[in-house]
């Protein structure tokens, strides 16, 4: 399976969008491309440290921050209606994102010995941390958190690799095709996880105890 491809998506994808949120947020140039950088390598970053693989291989991926770069150049001064046009096909390529970079960090921490919680671990934030740095660089509330179930695909894949049920090529080819079905399943049918506010319950016991 040509992981080198999915990668080169996922990269193009993560860069774009993080491009994307810093001029919604009228950021500068310079924004885009830290915005865009962060979101594209910012889940392997993380991913690294907690694994203990060294944060200088980062630097040997040299032709994927040059296709991030190019990425991230064009997009801004792509005419407007060309990046909505490219917000339409989004979400698909986020998902070959997600299922590349989640699979990618389980291979790394299962190679590394770690166990089944760390490797779960390590795909999850290979998968979504780069998008959830970028939303906080951005002040926005993680979407990844409180949108349509998305960290969950992740923590599957790594779960998966970490069983070692994906021991062969045309295993980790259907896991990957799984999380991306998965993905846009949960995007087209708005899949979301339960959640509980607390806001009215505050708001109703603060004014108790005003009275």
């Known amino acids: ?35 865009g950088l962060v979101t594209a390598f910012g889940g392997g970053v993380i991913r690294n440290l907690l694994i203990g693989k060294p944060i200088v291989l980062l630097w040997e991926q040299g032709i994927y921050f040059q296709i991030a770069l190019f990425a991230m150049t064009l997009v801004f001064f792509m005419p407007v209606r060309y990046i909505q046009l490219w917000k339409t096909w989004e979400a698909f390529f986020d998902a070959i994102g997600l299922a590349a970079f989640s699979i990618q960090g389980a291979l790394y921490a299962t190679n590394m010995g ?3 919680s760390a490797i779960i671990v390590a795909a999850v934030l290979t998968g979504i941390g780069g998008g959830m740095v970028r939303d906080v660089l951005a002040g926005r509330k993680p979407l990844v958190l409180k949108d349509e179930i998305y960290a969950v695909w992740g923590m599957l894949a790594g779960a998966l690799v970490g069983l070692g049920w994906t021991q062969g090529a045309w295993q980790l080819a259907v896991l990957f095709s799984l999380i991306v079905v998965l993905r846009m399943l949960s995007v087209f049918y708005k899949w979301k996880l339960p959640k509980r506010s607390l806001r009215g319950s505050i708001g109703e016991t603060t004014r108790r105890a005003d009275l």
């Open 1 to 35: 399976m040509n992981w080198e491809l999915f990668s080169i998506i996922g990269t193009i994808a993560f860069a774009v969008s993080g491009a994307i949120v810093a001029m919604e947020e009228e950021y500068d140039i310079l924004g885009v491309y830290v915005l």
């Open 114 to 116: 770690h166990p089944l």
